[in-house]
Nanobody, 125 residues
Framework: QVLLVESGGGLVQAGGSLRLSCAAS????????MGWFRQAPGKEREFVAA????????YYAESVRGRFTISRDNIKNTVYLQMNSLKPEDTAVYYC??????????????????WGQGTQVTVSS
């Protein structure tokens, strides 16, 4: 069992930055690929970014590429999402997710084993 807790969301003006954190319980964090997804009101959950369990590859949705950066700290059992140049269309609840030994198909939410409760990000224009 892995418990994921997101933090760092909030209200920011367009063009600003936020850093989301996702803290994981357990001693096997380094065995999990980690992903970030988001869901805006009335829309389906969509992939944002992911990092493989080895940390050797990262993946991004086209809409955030060049603005968002995913990283992980296996000592702190935490994955981060640095979000720069935020736009109003980035407004959503952001969720982190974990997949054991995940390397492929990390954009598919069905691939993940555990999910956090989400953190709200609101970008004002």
């Amino acid at each position: 069992q892995v418990l994921l807790v997101e933090s760092g969301g909030g209200l920011v003006q367009a063009g600003g930055s936020l850093r989301l954190s996702c803290a994981a319980s357990g001693r096997t964090f380094s065995s999990y690929a980690m992903g970030w997804f988001r869901q805006a009101p009335g829309k389906e959950r969509e992939f944002v970014a992911a990092i493989t369990w080895r940390g050797d590859n990262t993946y991004y949705a086209e809409s955030v590429r060049g603005r968002f950066t995913i990283s992980r700290d296996n000592i702190k059992n935490t994955v981060y999402l640095q979000m720069n140049s935020l736009k109003p269309e980035d407004t959503a609840v952001y969720y982190c997710a974990a997949e054991l030994y995940g390397n492929n198909n990390l954009g598919n939410p069905r691939a993940y084993d555990y999910w956090g409760q989400g953190t709200q990000v609101t970008v004002s224009s």
